[in-house]
């Protein structure tokens, strides 16, 4: 089974967010937590949810990533093109 990471849309500003292990909300894919476990999945995409209700949050859901590592990092890559344009920031500047 894959890796999965939780992302949605900080409420304020719209910016894309990653949910870390600790129930945060991080601008970096790469410090989301990723899992292949179905249950650890499930409950952090239930604590998104919860921000999604309490105004933090839009639309949370997993996303399938990559996992690139070596002894110094390790780099989350969406399989998917739209979620690695999302990982990767805005396609325009803002002005």
């Known amino acids: 089974m894959p890796r999965r990471v939780i992302t949605a849309n900080r409420l304020i500003d719209g ?6 292990a600790a129930g945060r ?4 894919i790469d410090r989301a937590a990723a ?3 179905d249950k650890t999945v499930a409950r952090l ?7 999604e209700a309490a105004g933090v949050v839009i639309g949370p859901y997993e996303v399938e990533v990559e996992v690139e590592q070596n002894t ?6 969406p399989t998917h093109l739209r979620e690695r344009i999302r990982a990767g920031g805005p396609t325009v500047a803002l002005h």
Do not use: C, I, N, Y
């Open 15 to 20: 910016v894309v967010v990653w949910r870390d």
């Open 25 to 28: 909300w991080r601008e970096e």
């Open 35 to 37: 899992s292949d476990d």
């Open 45 to 51: 995409l239930s604590g998104a949810r919860t921000d």
């Open 72 to 77: 110094a990092s390790r780099r989350f890559l």
